[in-house]
């Protein structure tokens, strides 16, 4: 007999059927969003490791600052009090005690690599202990930090790689976790729309009102379901404030969704640290370099041709002086809007580390869109001049071509910087056929220069100083000469910056003193002995005791000596305090301080306020034209005025006919150098008396150039 079931019957089934499925939905939603903050959690465990690692890698860059403020403080004999030594050791400890990456079998070993964060444990632990030893070495005797360096140097490079290999790891992990939550998450939104499409099929016979009260917000919450994989916002998932089952289905969905977002959020984030600078959010070196080698591989198919700008904000170590790290951060970041508001949007924008940026242009018409890009980057740039930081910036520029395609074409832009620098700054260099030539002539005179002096080829000439007046030698400048066995006499300018450059000045400057001294220690008591020294060798350390200790071996007065700066010594960051005390040291021992080439600085009364100088030298520049040229003449007279007024000497340097020597004396100059009084030769070619009896006659024709 069939068993006939009223339609309130099958109702009933029916939706006690539908309470039963919606239960096991809502528990598998439930389910789904436990497992989603689970994922997330592990996620946000990878994330907050990788901040770890970046936190632990900025105290270690604040320990390395400060301890190597400590060593040079050491190493130039400053006083350092023992508090100082005592934080700073304290400082060490605590990098080392803090030092907070997950510990083996802790609760990141199941995501994360042990291995890589073992080694950058133990890198952070060498690195605290060479920390620790180059105190001491510092401490205890500082003429001994320079040897104790290359351990500390190899720990600290240990400890960088080893945070960059953990932090790559950690990345890692993240990218493998957010495709298995990616592939988790799939498969749970396909349960979740199974269970669904079942009630549906339920709901599809049942009465209006089963499907107004049930089917209805069940097909709504599919809908919202279904747009979880959008990256736009979905709409709101309906049913959230009702008090039954499918409320709390449509709060557990909304807590999965909440939690995807989350995801979603953490792997974008993760993405963008990989590949861009955190400070100014511009693409960092790894993108940089992997954009350039795309653009080079495109531009070989389409005929573009791809500009590589090399940018270094100039005088950075000034303003990070002057505002701080604070306000180095904000110049690095004003400097990031500027160059990211020239380019077009296709251009890349890149900062490499410190001060250095770097642009990627690709175009059909070079060098003209790379000028046309220049034009607007120095135009921003001077925009920047009634601003709290007036950026200014050396710029070199390399376009690919096909002679250049085996080599790095940014390494070629590097090089133009470095002239554009070599320039004055604040100008822009392209790389060319003779540049590279030029590089690699100025590499091999540097080859050549290290063994000048132990081949003979360096030579010192002597160039007189006399009274104006009287036209009376007062002295002689020693000025160095190079004959190269091949090329023949090389000029000063040319092969001095390239020993400054290679780090050569400090032991040909040695040289010189030694030279010049023990000449001078066989003229006259009354004849002085005048040398120039470069603002390179004021950032090695008792500059001025070592001039007193050859002085002292040659057996020459310091009173007869004289020392020569450019305005550029005195202007040299944050070595500016240690020139002016070595100056002074010289100045108190009884030598002349001479600023040399006064007027072709940018702060030359300023460095007359903050140093009592001794002597002005007027440059060349301005006296040779100054008979034709009024304003060069207005700025000897007032030169010459201003030293007066200061009680100093001045001397007229280039000083080569009778007119201009007439001039000077009608305006009260005191001393004159140039082809008029004589030529730079070797003083020790006369006999005594023949030299120095024209000393005595007061004669320009009898200055050392008549011979």
């Not at 306020?609 to 034209?625: A, E, M, N, P, Q």
Request: net charge neutral; proline share 3%; charged share 25%.
């Amino acid at each position: 007999m069939t068993v006939r079931l009223s339609i309130a019957t099958r109702v009933s089934l029916a939706c006690s059927g539908v309470l039963i499925l919606s239960l096991l939905l809502l528990a598998m939603g439930l389910a789904v969003g436990k497992g989603i903050r689970d994922a997330n959690g592990r996620v946000e465990t990878l994330s907050h490791i990788l901040g770890q690692i970046g936190d632990h890698g900025a105290a270690q860059a604040r320990l390395r600052l400060a301890v190597g403020d400590l060593t040079r403080a050491a190493e130039a004999g400053k006083t350092v009090p023992a508090a100082r030594w005592e934080r700073l050791s304290r400082k060490i400890d605590a990098f080392e005690q803090e030092y907070i990456l997950p510990p083996a079998g802790g609760p990141a070993s199941s995501v994360v690599s042990e291995g890589a964060l073992g080694r950058a444990r133990f890198a952070a632990q060498r690195f605290a202990a060479n920390c620790r030893r180059l105190l001491a070495t510092a401490r205890s005797n500082s003429s001994a930090v320079k040897s104790a360096m290359p351990p500390f140097l190899a720990s600290l490079k240990a400890t960088e790689q080893a945070n960059l290999e953990a932090s790559a790891a950690v990345t890692r992990q993240i990218a493998e976790t957010a495709k298995q939550n990616a592939r988790d998450s799939d498969r749970d939104i396909y349960s979740v729309l199974a269970g669904g499409l079942v009630i549906v099929t339920i709901f599809f016979w049942m009465t209006v009102w089963l499907r107004s009260q049930l089917l209805a917000p069940i097909e709504n919450i599919a809908t919202s379901l279904r747009e979880f994989d959008n990256e736009k916002a979905p709409a709101a998932i309906p049913g959230l404030a009702r008090a039954d089952e499918l409320g709390d289905l449509a709060r557990g969905l909304a807590e999965y969704r909440a939690a995807v977002d989350e995801r979603r959020s953490a792997e974008r984030r993760a993405a963008f640290l990989a590949h861009h600078d955190t400070l100014t959010g511009l693409a960092n070196r790894l993108l940089f370099e992997d954009r350039l080698a795309h653009e080079l591989v495109r531009a070989r198919r389409s005929g573009d041709r791809v500009a590589v700008f090399a940018i270094d904000v100039d005088n950075f170590k000034a303003i990070n002086d002057r505002l701080g790290h604070a306000g180095g951060d904000r110049a690095l970041r004003r400097m990031a809007d500027l160059l990211a508001g020239s380019v077009r949007s296709d251009d890349l924008v890149a900062r490499l580390g410190g001060d250095e940026f770097a642009i990627i242009q690709v175009a059909p018409s070079q060098p003209a869109a790379a000028e046309a890009l220049v034009s607007r980057l120095f135009t921003a740039m001077r925009a920047t001049v009634s601003e709290e930081i007036a950026l200014r910036a050396s710029i070199g520029i390399a376009i690919s071509h096909s002679e250049w395609e085996g080599e790095n074409l940014y390494d070629l832009a590097d090089l133009a910087l470095y002239r554009a620098k070599s320039a004055g700054r604040n100008t822009v260099r392209f790389f060319d056929a003779s540049l590279k030539e030029q590089e690699s002539m100025r590499v091999q005179l540097a080859r050549d220069l290290e063994q000048a002096l132990a081949a003979n080829e360096l030579h010192l000439v002597y160039q007189p100083i006399s009274d104006t007046g009287s036209l009376e030698i007062r002295g002689f400048e020693a000025l160095l000469r190079w004959k190269h066995p091949l090329l023949g006499e090389i000029p000063p300018d040319r092969f001095i910056p390239i020993a400054e450059s290679a780090g050569l000045i400090d032991g040909i400057g040695a040289w010189v003193a030694e030279q010049a001294m023990a000449a001078a220690a066989l003229w006259p008591e009354d004849i002085a002995l005048s040398l120039n020294l470069s603002p390179i060798q004021f950032r090695r350390p008792g500059l001025a005791a070592q001039l007193l200790r050859i002085a002292q071996e040659s057996n020459l007065a310091f009173a007869r000596l004289e020392f020569e700066v450019t305005e550029s010594a005195t202007l040299l960051g944050f070595h500016r305090e240690e020139v002016l005390l070595a100056l002074r040291s010289l100045q108190q021992a009884g030598a002349r301080i001479v600023m040399d080439d006064f007027g072709t600085g940018h702060s030359s009364l300023s460095n007359l306020k903050d140093f009592t100088f001794d002597k002005l030298k007027i440059d060349r520049s301005f006296v040779g034209v100054m008979c034709d040229h009024a304003p060069s003449a207005s700025i000897v007279r007032a030169t010459i005025g201003l030293g007066k007024s200061l009680g100093l000497t001045i001397v007229a340097e280039g000083v080569e006919d009778h007119a201009q020597l007439a001039q000077l004396r009608e305006w009260g100059c005191d001393q004159v150098q140039g082809f008029l009084v004589g030529r730079p030769e070797d003083v020790h070619g006369f006999a005594p008396d023949q030299a120095w009896s024209c000393v005595r006659a007061k004669s320009v024709t009898c200055a050392p150039d008549a011979g």
